[in-house]
């Protein structure tokens, strides 16, 4: 995808997490939030050599920059990779680990539990906003925590699954009980098959990156 950047649509209709995430709090974050970014990313490449970019590329030009207006870009193009991934990182349908992935969580962490429960620790444990994530790295899985807007995928490290860590995640369902919408997402909707089919791509997440 380059642009003009268009509002990917959801994987699901947007009642269909709740009560886990209800439909008014995704009425905001994918509506709200999630647009302001792929709005304001048009606006900020419009008539630059980023203009033609895919959005993989432009976060992975930008993400090391000092360059004041490329910050910026850096920014909303991370944010709307980041919230493309973010949903379809969910499913209402409850999905396990199986085959390659499941032998790896096992490798990797010992249990399912495991994962989880590091990976609920790297998401209460960001300080301010930011994303937990599953990856995948030299083989391993791996639990990495970011803030802001940055993304293991601006280094080439394959993603498999993230939760958004963001006040407006949650804020409007749990108020400020982070750990609470964690333990709810962690347990009930987070997709398996989708870290599956990453999974696969764990040897090439550059090249299909760069694509
Ligand atoms: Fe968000």
Redesign the pocket.
């Given at each position: 995808m380059s642009g003009p950047f268009t509002l990917a649509p959801l994987p699901w209709e947007a009642g269909a997490l709740a009560p886990v995430i209800s439909a008014h709090t995704i009425s905001f974050?994918y509506g709200k939030?999630?647009k302001a970014y792929v709005d304001t990313l048009n606006k900020l490449v419009e008539g630059s050599k980023f203009a033609d970019m895919k959005l993989e590329k432009i976060v992975q030009a930008t993400f090391k920059s000092d360059d004041k207006k490329e910050k910026p870009i850096f920014n909303n193009a991370a944010?709307v990779w980041?919230?493309d991934f973010?949903w379809r990182s969910l499913s209402p349908a409850q999905t396990e680990p199986s085959g390659k992935l499941a032998s790896a969580i096992a490798a990797s962490f010992g249990s399912k539990s495991e994962l989880i429960a590091q990976l609920a620790e790297a998401g209460k444990t960001q300080f301010g906003s930011g994303w937990a994530w599953l990856v995948g790295k030299d083989g391993k899985l791996e639990i990495r925590k970011t803030a802001n807007a940055q993304t293991p995928m601006a280094e080439g490290i394959n993603c498999l699954l993230t939760v958004?860590v963001?006040e407006?995640?949650y804020y409007l369902d749990y108020q400020n009980a982070r750990p609470k919408y964690l333990e709810a997402v962690l347990d009930k909707l987070l997709n398996w098959e989708f870290a599956a089919e990453n999974l696969e791509r764990q040897d090439q997440p550059v090249r299909a990156a760069a694509e």
């Open positions: 974050h939030h999630h944010q980041n919230h973010y958004d963001w407006h995640a």
